[in-house]
């Protein structure tokens, strides 16, 4: 069984910064995704950072320059640098890690942590 856990939320104020990170325990393997989703108040969850174990990122348009998405294999663990936090980038932040295993895909969500950005 695979367990994430979310760290680094808090609260910060207009062009702050903030490095959360995701540990996975459990077995991940080398065939996997991690990505960083956030749900603000009254709105759908969105995918904001993705990184794929062959190196692929993608970035949702309005964090593209900000936020950073980088990963740690040996440690399972994944990263997500804020940067220029605005208003905007208050939600709770979920780390999400897809594990492939031949055609089978299991994905795995962390609790959640807080962001939240005051002008």
């Known amino acids: 069984q695979v367990q994430l856990v979310e760290s680094g939320g808090g609260s910060v104020q207009v062009g702050g910064s903030l490095r959360l990170s995701c540990a996975a325990s459990?077995?991940?393997?080398?065939?996997?995704?991690m990505a960083w989703y956030r749900q603000a108040p009254g709105k759908q969850r969105e995918l904001v950072a993705f990184s794929s174990s062959g190196g692929r990122t993608i970035y949702v348009y309005s964090v593209k320059g900000r936020f950073t998405i980088s990963r740690d294999n040996g440690k399972n663990t994944v990263y997500l640098q804020m940067n220029s936090l605005e208003p905007e980038d208050t939600a709770v932040y979920y780390c999400?890690?897809?594990?492939?295993?031949?055609?089978?895909?299991?994905?795995?969500w962390g609790q959640g942590t807080q962001v939240t950005v005051s002008s």
């Open positions: 459990g077995r991940i393997g080398s065939s996997n995704t």
């Open positions: 999400k890690v897809d594990v492939i295993s031949g055609s089978t895909l299991q994905a795995y």
